[in-house]
């Protein structure tokens, strides 16, 4: 099982970037996929979160309105829109996916995202 990120880097505040997870080794149409984020210093924080046929999704407070994710399971992808970003969201974003049936998990090896003038 792989999961890819890919679409970090350096935007300055108030801009945009579209990160995306490529997965492949698994039954992605089964999986609740999610976005999470870690700062240096800080734990590991869900960010973003979609069921598996992509009819639910949820956001942490911090990212409500700015933040959209989605996913295309015809190509085994998931995506992370950000606008407006700020400076808070400088981190590294891992994408992670969980079975609908079980509860192990597999994750991405992360994409670092810096926002910053």
């Known amino acids: 099982v792989q999961l890819v990120e890919s679409g970090g880097g350096l935007v300055q505040p108030g801009g945009s970037l579209r990160l995306s997870c490529a997965a492949s080794?698994?039954?992605?149409?089964?999986?609740?996929m999610s976005w999470y984020r870690q700062a240096p210093g800080k734990e590991r924080e869900r960010v973003a979160g979609i069921t598996s046929a992509g009819g639910v999704t949820g956001y942490a407070d911090s990212v409500v309105g700015r933040f959209t994710i989605s996913r295309d399971n015809a190509k085994n992808t998931v995506y992370l829109q950000m606008n407006n970003l700020k400076p808070e969201d400088t981190a590294v974003y891992y994408c992670?996916?969980?079975?609908?049936?079980?509860?192990?998990?597999?994750w991405g090896q992360g994409t670092q995202v810096t926002v910053s003038s």
């Open positions: 992670n996916g969980v079975p609908t049936w079980g509860t192990w998990e597999y």
């Open positions: 080794g698994l039954r992605f149409s089964s999986y609740v």
